[in-house]
């Protein structure tokens, strides 16, 4: 059974092939960076428009790299939500439309489904039931994973997300856009230690998160006193640090709340580094395994969505579009079934 899967919630275009007996065949992402970068973030109107332009030339490029013709397609998956309502009705137009035309249902995915599903399409993947920390520019979430739709949140942040934490503090340090991998990257030339910055929540005694007070110490610090540039280098090395610390620690206590032994990483800050050596040495210690998506499938993209299609369909927990290019850009992850 093949899936042609399409991602068009934000600012990446993705399109996908995944074959239930071969794996994913072709995916292709485009992103639109370039195209935001002027305004310092993502313009909902531009971000649309470009996934018009792009979706059917990476559909085209993604059947031919699969060998693949839109008659041996047996299904459309695409984002449903949640996203940006205008980005998300584009995919799903077009999604339902080449469903209606080949006859083929069309299934309605949730972009974070797409997500914590992702690490199962690396060559050594978790199995269910696992705990999942989704940790994005929109979402900062502690997940039990039982299987396709079963998923129980544990925690959630409950202002800003870690990603979108990276990315106003990176605005705050002039770093431009894409701010979160730019802040990461000068982190690596930083020594973290010299400024104390806070940890918020980190004993709560809950698996909640709050990353907005930790920008408000770094804009603190700014407006006290001139950065050099070794000064910014260090200063993003901690900012790093203290969100790198609350995710393990908020994730080894959720690993130890639910009696698993399996952890998964999913979204577009499961790509830091940092984050990756702390939590494999936390699981080290612990005695759990942590697993991640390959570093091209953790942001935004087609495969995840066609890969989740794939395993609704094989577990019969499918529910057809409706044809009327109906979208959530609001759609509580744990509301699925």
């Known amino acids: 059974m093949r899936v042609l899967g399409i991602e068009s919630s ?26 935001h970068a002027e305004y310092g973030g993502v313009v909902p109107e531009l971000a649309s428009r470009d996934h018009i332009r792009r979706l059917v030339p990476l559909i085209r490029k993604v059947l031919r790299e699969a060998g693949c013709e839109l008659a041996g397609i047996d299904a459309v998956a695409y984002t449903a939500g ?36 992702s690490p199962m399409l690396s060559a050594d993947p978790p199995r269910f039931p696992f705990v999942a920390l989704l ?42 856009y894409p701010g979160g991998p730019k802040l990461s990257q000068l982190a ?3 020594k973290p230690g010299r400024f104390k910055l806070p940890r918020p929540m980190l004993n709560s005694g809950d698996l909640s998160f709050s990353f907005s007070g930790l920008k408000t110490a770094v804009l603190t610090l700014m407006t006290e006193r001139t950065l050099s540039e070794t000064d ?45 050596d702390q939590l494999n040495a936390a ?17 935004d993209n087609g495969a995840m969505i066609a890969f989740a299609g ?28």
């Not at 200063?235 to 998964?264: H, Y």
């Open 188 to 190: 690596e030339s930083g």
């Open 232 to 276: 910014r280098s260090d200063l993003a090395a901690d900012f790093q640090a203290a969100v790198v610390d609350v995710l393990v620690a908020k994730s080894i206590a959720a690993v130890a709340k639910c009696g698993l032994d399996q952890f998964v990483v999913a979204g577009g800050v499961g790509a830091n580094r940092h984050l990756r």
């Open 82 to 117: 949640p996203g940006l309502a205008g980005a998300l009705l584009v995919g799903a137009s077009v999604a339902e439309a080449l469903a209606a035309a080949r006859s083929l249902p069309a299934l309605p995915i949730h972009h974070l489904e797409g997500h914590l599903l």
């Open 10 to 35: 934000c600012d990446e275009t993705g399109v996908a092939i995944y074959d239930t007996e071969t794996g994913l065949r072709a995916h292709a992402v485009h992103t639109q960076i370039d195209l």
């Open 135 to 176: 940790v994005s520019g929109g979402h900062t979430q502690l997940m039990r994973v039982g299987g396709v739709g079963d998923y129980q949140l544990l925690g959630e942040s409950l202002d800003d997300a870690a990603g979108e934490a990276f990315d106003k503090t990176a605005k705050l340090m002039g770093l431009g």
């Open 283 to 299: 699981g080290t210690r612990g005695g759990f395994s942590v697993f991640y998506p390959e570093f091209e499938l953790c942001t």
């Open 310 to 337: 794939a395993l609704r369909l094989q577990s019969g927990k499918v529910t057809p579009g409706s044809g009327a290019f109906a979208v959530s850009p609001r759609w509580p992850l744990a509301s699925l079934s």
